[in-house]
């Protein structure tokens, strides 16, 4: 069973910074993609970023450069670093990765961002 694990959300001030983090029961290796997602109340869930297993990273147009993915792949752990953090980022995170044809998502962790 593949299980990711997300951590690091939390209540923050417009302009701070989070950096959230998924671990995976699996070698992040193994995974073609993993990703962050998120979903705000009323929306539909939305691309945050995404990695791949070469390292390569695609990002939302809206974030602006603000958020950055990374991973370490001793710790089998992806990160999202959020800089410079809206009130609009308030929303859901998930965490996404795919795996031998298969999705897998955590169970997501809040982030929300006061004005």
């Known amino acids: 069973q593949v299980q990711l694990v997300e951590s690091g959300g939390g209540l923050v001030q417009a302009g701070g910074s989070l950096r959230l983090s998924c671990a995976a029961s699996?070698?992040?290796?193994?995974?073609?993609?993993m990703g962050w997602y998120r979903q705000a109340p009323g929306k539909q869930r939305e691309l945050v970023a995404t990695?791949?297993?070469?390292?390569?990273?695609n990002y939302a147009d809206s974030m602006n450069g603000r958020f950055t993915i990374s991973r370490d792949n001793a710790k089998n752990t992806v990160y999202l670093q959020m800089n410079s953090l809206k009130p609009e980022d308030t929303a859901v995170y998930y965490c996404?990765?795919?795996?031998?044809?298969?999705?897998?998502w955590g169970q997501g962790t809040q982030v929300t961002v006061s004005s």
């Open positions: 996404s990765g795919v795996r031998f044809g298969n999705e897998y």
């Open positions: 699996r070698s992040i290796l193994s995974f073609d993609r």
């Open positions: 990695i791949t297993s070469r390292g390569s990273t």
